[in-house]
């Protein structure tokens, strides 16, 4: 939910001067699980300024919350410090975390906080494989080993793995029953990772596995560390596993360029089910010369991603949490609204494709109901829409996925006359 590990890399606050009137081109860091950027910076450009104006005062508004949210990060015990700090400077969920009550909140900051040091190692490709697969696999254990550190990955995250002593001094401060879903989930996920490192995705299904791993499996112990202290779940396992296959998704979408590219050695995160059908290799898809085919590809990707979202849908609808809801609701909508605009969008292969910082800090502001959710989603459903074409050989597949969730939002929504702030 709010862990890096889990893959959605919301937008980073760092405005672009002119661009397409929804989207920016923004580089991102995979899993990056981030909701906003403590990084945020104010438009630059007098012309964006005059375009959105509206956009910038939520962008003005949202970085006086981060001040005051960095303000609010415990001077003391200094393993305290150190947790809200890193997780403040790596991006924005803690403004989430800060909302929710206190007998909960060190627990997920602390489960966030793992996760993304479990991340950083299976991100890293220049750790060897026989070094990286084992770390991953007993991971779960090192958590309440104080002597563990390991000096990889850049800037917070490095500082991270090299003062993981920390966490590990907070982790057993937390309530034993936290411990346990922290250590469960960690176990879960990094034999997951350690099987796909060795493993290539071929068929949907090997896809689907993937992306239960390190986001579905987060969305699910979300769950569990809310029933411990309520008593009660967030929502079904199969319903948070939605919501966790739909976030990946978009993200391994538009990550496709920093994927490809990484060194030494690519990540190959599409199926080749879906991406053999239009190149023999799937690096070939950022040549200009397949960009037909790889519109083609990307399309379907796309399309497979949208099979998740009603169900999605439906695990926001039974969250009990206000905090909780509005967090993964804001989530939801800014990733939905990416999915809208990679759909056939050859920037996907070249520079990445990201909503407008300042859309983004829009929705921050306006998503606090269902009701706010099914108007944007139902928004951005229109904007794919108008880009599908008759000649897509998915086409009907797209349309009628893309009528379905518009179906589901008008069928909530309590009123005909919606005010819509995406389009």
Partial sequence: MFAAASATSAVQFQFRGGGRPLSTTIPRKKHNHSLVSSRLKLPDS??????????????VRLKLALTVSEKQIPAEPPHWR?????????????????????DVRDAFCIYALVLRALDTIEDDSTIA?????PILQTFHRRIRDGNFHFSNGAKYY??????????????LELDCRFQEVIEDITMKMGAGMAKFICKEINTIDDYDEYCHYPVGLCMIGAS?????????????????????????????????????????????LWPRQIWGKYVDKLEDLKNEDNSAKALLCLNEMVTNALTHVEDSLKY??????PAIFRG????????????????????????????????????FYNTSSMSDVYEAVHDFSFIL????????????????????????CRSSLTSNQRKSYII
């Fill in 46 to 59: 007098l012309p964006c300024i005059l375009r959105y104006p509206d956009e910038l005062y939520s962008m």
């Fill in 158 to 171: 490095k500082a991270l793995m090299e003062n993981f002593h920390h966490v590990t001094t907070a982790f």
């Fill in 385 to 408: 829409e108008s880009k599908i074409s008759d000649n897509n050989p998915n086409d009907k597949v797209t349309r009628s996925l893309i009528d379905t969730i518009k179906k589901c």
């Fill in 316 to 321: 926001l609808s039974t969250l009990p949490d």
């Fill in 224 to 268: 569990k560390m809310y029933s411990v202290s309520r008593g009660k779940s967030l929502a079904s396992e199969d319903l948070s596993n939605a919501m966790g296959l739909f976030f990946q998704k978009v993200d391994t979408i538009k990550d496709y360029p920093d994927d490809i590219n990484m060194m030494p050695n690519p990540r190959m």
């Fill in 82 to 102: 150190f947790c809200y700090s890193t997780l403040y400077k790596m991006d924005g969920s803690h403004l989430i975390i800060q909302q929710i009550d206190e």
């Fill in 129 to 133: 494989t026989e070094v990286k697969v």
């Fill in 328 to 363: 993964i609701a804001i989530f939801k909508v800014i990733e939905f609204g990416t999915l809208a605009l990679c759909y056939n969008n050859i920037e996907v292969f070249r520079s990445g494709v990201g909503l407008r910082p300042g859309l983004a800090a829009k929705i």
